[in-house]
């Protein structure tokens, strides 16, 4: 399977479910923010955001 056909399946996946995509964002934010002890909450929480925006922009 070829790069195009990888990044197509994905955003397949990505319209059908984004609800649980974000959902997994958010754990891996609060799970990283756990790990570090709160010293990069604001960063997580921007990356986070922008990672959201993204998988919103690829859904439409």
Avoid: P
Wanted: aromatic share 4%; hydrophobic share 25%.
């Amino acid at each position: 399977m070829g790069f195009d056909q990888m990044k197509d399946k994905a955003q397949e996946a990505l319209g059908r479910h984004g609800d649980k995509a974000e959902q997994g964002v958010d754990k891996a934010r609060e799970l990283a923010d756990e790990k570090t002890g709160g010293r990069y909450s604001d960063q997580l929480e921007q990356g986070a955001d922008r990672l959201k925006d993204r998988m919103g922009e690829q859904r439409q």
